[in-house]
């Protein structure tokens, strides 16, 4: 509970085994910020990784289910698990991750013992996290940053899993004809022209979320700029997305796009991918008080740019769902200078979010005080708890 008595979202209680440099873990916590310290290689990011599988997603590594099972010096644990309880909006739930006892590498999550898809873990337990490879998201891959924006997009559109998977599963299915098509066969015409009608509905609902969530988030930026970091003037590049901005309409933007995709087919066969559609989108950010390219700016800058997007996608999930959602800060104090740590702290508090922060030296949060649960972490396990 927060002090004015709204729920905050938060993990609880954390049990792993056999994850990562653990072996077992068994953590009782409440629903104040995590800060955890420890020497380099004890086991932060891996702890934040475990709580990010509880979240939709790969978790902040975007690992394989084998690459977390632990390893040993007499080879690697047979299974993995991570296990949470946790206070969301709807009241206490449980969490969980692991292999499938039948194929370690396959990873399934489960919400109060059932089955869940990556929306209704959206849903239940909304979760954003920026880690060290995020520092260079302005001057890196358009597809990394694309894949940030789709995590920010479904913090507050939990549905947007579903239609991002839908989608890729069509273009893939599309581009499996194409390729044949290229080796002589004659897949039936219908069956093409139904993937890319699939493609183009998942399309227009992809863009019309992505627009929405960047109009929400830019209203908080322009409601409420921080006086601690840089503020985004932010715009979104895409094919169906600038359709829809354009004024087209749902329908039309569809028929527009599958057509599209009609014409390009000897394109994309010769390709051998679709070169055009909402897998090509792009972000991009003004640094604001620079009046600059927010890759033209310095490390700190870049990162505190993109600290201050999510922590404002924060701030317009908590007046869109009524409350923040979990966020995992790995060394996002690395390269911040002084003001900007206790502004972030001062962020984190008004959010009311359970922040799991990470970093080499418990004087980095100093700023939190008691507000935070401080955790020291020594190889793999809990050295201290205050
Ligand atoms: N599957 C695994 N089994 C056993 N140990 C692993 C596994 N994967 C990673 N590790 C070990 O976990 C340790 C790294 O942990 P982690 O990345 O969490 O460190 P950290 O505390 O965040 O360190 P830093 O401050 O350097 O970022 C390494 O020693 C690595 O060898």
């Given at each position: ?32 910020p ?277 922590l404002?996608?924060a ?12 966020l995992?800060l ?14 972030l702290a001062e962020a984190i508090l008004a959010l009311d979010a359970?922040a799991?922060l ?10 939190f005080?008691?507000a935070a ?14």
């Amino acid at each position: 509970m927060s002090e004015d008595g709204a729920v905050r979202p938060g993990v609880t209680r954390l049990k792993l085994t056999g994850f990562r440099n653990y072996a077992s873990l068994d953590l009782s916590l409440d629903a104040r910020p995590v800060a955890l310290t420890g020497p380099n290689g004890a086991g932060k990011t891996n702890l934040v990784e475990a709580v990010s599988l509880l979240g939709p997603g790969r978790g902040v590594r975007a690992a394989s289910g084998e690459a977390v099972l632990r390893r040993t010096p007499d080879g690697p644990d047979r299974l993995w698990a991570v296990h949470a309880e946790a206070l969301t909006r709807a009241g206490p739930v449980t969490l969980a991750a692991g292999s499938e006892p039948s194929d370690p590498a396959r990873r399934r999550t489960k919400i109060d013992g059932a089955a869940a898809t990556q929306s209704a873990l959206a849903r239940v337990f909304p979760m954003l996290w920026l880690t060290p490879r995020e520092d260079r998201l302005w001057a890196g891959p358009r597809a990394d940053r694309l894949r940030f924006f789709d995590r920010l997009v479904l913090s507050g559109a939990p549905d947007h899993a579903s239609q991002l998977s839908a989608y890729d599963k069509a273009m893939r299915e599309r581009q499996r004809l194409l390729d044949r098509m290229a080796e002589g066969a004659r897949p039936d015409p219908d069956w093409l022209a139904a993937l890319e009608t699939e493609m183009a509905g998942r399309a227009v609902a992809l863009a019309a979320a992505r627009l929405d969530a960047l109009a929400r988030l830019q209203a908080e930026i322009d409601a409420r700029p921080s006086s601690r970091f840089p503020t985004a003037e932010l715009a979104l590049e895409g094919v169906v997305e600038a359709s829809l901005a354009a004024g087209a309409s749902a329908a039309g933007a569809e028929d527009a796009f599958a057509s599209a995709l009609m014409k390009a087919r000897p394109r994309d066969s010769a390709a051998g991918r679709a070169l055009s559609g909402p897998h090509r989108s792009d972000l991009t950010a003004r640094h604001r008080e620079k009046d600059q390219p927010a890759a033209d700016g310095s490390t700190g800058e870049q990162k505190a740019l993109v600290l201050g997007l999510a922590l404002a996608q924060a701030g317009a999930i908590r007046s869109q769902r009524g409350a923040a959602p979990v966020l995992i800060l790995d060394e996002a104090c690395a390269h911040l200078d002084a003001g900007r740590r206790e502004g972030l702290a001062e962020a984190i508090l008004a959010l009311d979010a359970q922040a799991w922060l990470t970093g080499v030296d418990a004087a980095l949060f100093a700023p939190f005080a008691r507000a935070a649960q401080h955790v020291r972490i020594e190889a793999g396990a809990v050295a201290q708890i205050g």
